[in-house]
């Protein structure tokens, strides 16, 4: 029998040196045999194979999400009449506004699983809620911060977080250029989306391009504890901004560990101190904006039992470099984003330290038929091995299937914005890969697909 979880496709060292698949005779509790009774698994085999029923499923699934979204509709339809033609910020004071924001998806696979069990039956788990507050009491001083409501398939049942809480303080500024500092829990920003990825409203679409915003790393790229330094120049070739930020990442969590090691080990990930960079540049109001961000993030494992029956000691070093690029025009806007993603494993001993580079990129065109309409069309790539693009070395080193090793996503979009308050969105992705699958919904990998279909749908509210 293979393992139940594999170790991380990005990591074939891993997978081929420290972990074997278990045979018959294998002991249940030989650590290095990944096992079903191992007891510190902590995710059950998801037994049932969807082969030859997707369309009874399909029906099934069908008939569902009909009656979910009629209920919906006429929900949205009675808030429609009692929302502003302005999407309006709840303001208390002069200097005292609240935000919120809410999100409500459904997701429909063919095969494998995203948010919850979406291959059988489709899956509602999908929900984000945050509610934003902002303080200033003066124009250069600032406090802000949101609480996060999230659920996201298994592991992700109903979180409840602080997504950023911060002191911005604006210390020079005039009509060129602007220097200031924000301290606490801050967004992390990289590429163009990451800051604003929990809102429907503020990304392209349901689902963000995987290769560059995977969700199965987001808790620890979404925010850090720490501080950053931002600044402004602007004048008539355009504006101008950098940003350094430093600190501590949310990496102590599962969704981590999975990431980079494909197991949920006995000990602990933590962060090290960490930096990231983001030089952006914006001409013509915002026609042409481009960007490269550039990380240094450390991430430690802490053991609870010595080898072999747990890892060394040891830390992952992440230096992804990421070049964006965007075009707008009244009706249509262009984007690309490309990143080179570095691994290097140290102190964990031979033959686990090793380094292994990763390669992203996605095309992306929008078309504006009006205010209220729009479509999308991407093409997505993930390489876990840019080495190995085929996957055909990994699956020699290790007879773990090619397809582990990438994903190519194409994405076809349509959104319709009912007013400034309220967004339907709806998409179908078609996926060659697995390289970006989420472990925690997909224990089994007997029943990984390589080739597979996304349908979504989500309604977004915002004030």
């Known amino acids: 029998m293979r393992p139940s979880k594999p170790l991380a496709p990005s990591n074939w060292i891993l997978n081929r040196f420290f972990m074997r698949p278990c045979k018959k005779n294998d002991p249940k509790d030989s650590y290095h045999c990944v096992n079903m009774d191992q007891k ?186 720490g501080g950053i330094i931002y600044g402004d120049y602007r004048d008539e070739w355009g504006n101008l901004s950098l940003e350094l930020g430093f600190g501590y990442p949310r990496s102590a969590n599962v969704d981590t560990e999975l990431a980079i090691f494909g197991f949920d080990f006995p000990g602990n990930t933590f962060s090290g101190f960490s930096g990231i960079g983001r030089l952006s540049y914006d001409l013509d109001g915002g026609k042409y904006r481009m960007a490269i961000t550039s990380v240094y993030a450390d991430t430690r494992y802490d053991p609870e039992f010595l080898p072999p029956d747990d890892l060394n000691a040891g830390k992952v070093i992440f230096k992804p470099v990421i070049f964006s690029a965007q075009y707008n025009q009244e009706q249509v806007s262009l984007t690309g984003e490309y990143a080179i993603r570095p691994f290097r494993f140290t102190r964990f001993g031979e033959p686990i330290n090793a380094e292994v580079t990763g390669e992203s990129y996605y095309l992306q065109a929008e078309y504006r038929f009006d205010k209220n309409k729009e479509a999308i069309v991407r093409y997505d790539v993930m390489y876990n091995n840019r080495n190995d693009k085929s996957g055909k070395k990994y699956q020699t080193e290790t007879g773990y299937p090619a397809y582990f090793q990438y994903a190519k996503t194409w994405t076809v979009g349509l959104r319709y914005y009912v007013n400034p308050s309220l967004l339907i969105a709806a998409e179908y992705n078609l996926v060659n890969g697995t390289a970006w699958l989420p472990i925690q919904d997909n224990p089994d990998i007997e029943n990984w697909k390589q080739r597979w279909n996304i349908f979504s749908i989500a309604a977004g509210l915002q004030f």
């Not at 948010?115 to 984000?128: H, Q, V």
């Not at 977080?161 to 250029?177: A, N, P, Q, R």
């Not at 915003?213 to 620890?220: A, I, L, N, Q």
């Open 40 to 225: 510190h698994h902590r995710f059950e085999l998801i037994s049932e194979s969807i082969q030859g029923k997707f369309c009874r499923e399909a029906f099934l699934a069908f008939a569902l999400y009909l009656f979910h979204w009629i209920c919906y509709g006429c929900l949205f339809v009675a808030l429609c009449g009692q929302m502003p033609e302005k999407a309006q910020a709840l303001e208390l004071t002069d200097n005292l506004q609240i935000h919120g924001f809410l999100t409500q998806g459904y997701f429909f696979t063919s095969a494998n699983n995203i948010f919850g069990t979406s291959s059988t039956g489709g899956s509602f788990d999908y929900t984000e809620a945050g509610l934003t507050g902002s303080w200033a009491p003066t124009a250069d001083f600032r406090l802000a911060a949101q609480v996060l409501f999230r659920r996201a398939g298994a592991g992700h049942e109903n979180d409840v977080e602080l997504d950023f809480g911060l002191l911005d303080y604006t210390i020079l500024s005039t009509v060129d250029y602007r220097l200031g500092v924000r301290l606490g829990r801050f967004k992390i920003p990289f590429g163009l989306y990451n800051e604003t990825r929990d809102v429907l409203f503020t990304r392209p679409t349901i689902l963000l391009p995987q290769s560059i915003y995977p969700d199965v790393t987001r808790d620890g790229s979404i925010s850090a504890d």
